[in-house]
């Protein structure tokens, strides 16, 4: 199975920010919309990805660096102060468990689906994980309906 098997069943729907999106408005985005991330984009092009874990990074360094002094307030924080630069990004055509691994060994929980310089989608490790339960399943079925119908 390829990323844009995976692509065409999730479907495209992409939620993005700029870097100078206010952090507070792209959390809520993600939370409205019961998503881990956002696609960063400037003038057209992929500059970031902004995913809770980033968040809470950037959060915690906030707090941190408030114990040491006087901070900016955090409504003042940008995504661009707290997206992911440079994200791991995958093609259409990359097969599923060479992404899953990929994804394992880059600690990686969402990864943009690029076409030179289209994006496509995001593909989360749940929906890596879904496609793979599914295609298991289906296996499954056919497997036993050989078995079930073995010639005597």
């Given at each position: 199975?390829?990323?844009?098997?995976?692509?065409?069943?999730?479907?495209?729907?992409l939620f993005t920010a700029?870097?100078?999106?206010?952090?507070?408005?792209?959390?809520?985005?993600?939370?409205?919309?019961?998503?881990?991330?956002?696609?960063?984009?400037?003038?057209?092009?992929?500059?970031?990805?902004?995913?809770?874990?980033?968040?809470?990074?950037?959060?915690?360094?906030?707090?941190?660096?408030?114990?040491?002094?006087?901070?900016?307030?955090?409504?003042?924080?940008?995504?661009?102060?707290?997206?992911?630069?440079?994200?791991?990004?995958?093609?259409?055509?990359?097969?599923?468990?060479?992404?899953?691994?990929?994804?394992?060994?880059?600690?990686?929980?969402?990864?943009?689906?690029?076409?030179?310089?289209?994006?496509?989608?995001?593909?989360?490790?749940?929906?890596?994980?879904?496609?793979?339960?599914e295609e298991k399943n289906?296996?499954?079925?056919?497997?036993?309906?050989?078995?079930?119908?073995?010639?005597?």
């Open positions: 199975m390829q990323v844009k098997e995976v692509l065409r069943i999730k479907g495209s729907t700029t870097p100078d999106t206010p952090l507070s408005e792209g959390v809520m985005v993600m939370a409205d919309n019961d998503i881990g991330s956002l696609v960063v984009m400037s003038g057209g092009k992929l500059v970031g990805m902004l995913t809770f874990r980033e968040v809470i990074g950037i959060l915690a360094k906030r707090q941190r660096e408030r114990r040491a002094g006087p901070t900016p307030p955090i409504a003042e924080i940008r995504v661009g102060e707290a997206m992911q630069v440079d994200p791991f990004v995958t093609h259409p055509e990359m097969d599923l468990d060479e992404l899953r691994s990929q994804m394992v060994e880059r600690h990686a929980r969402y990864v943009p689906v690029m076409e030179g310089e289209t994006l496509l989608g995001v593909i989360s490790f749940h929906d890596v994980a879904r496609a793979v339960l289906f296996e499954n079925r056919m497997l036993k309906g050989y078995i079930k119908n073995w010639p005597a």
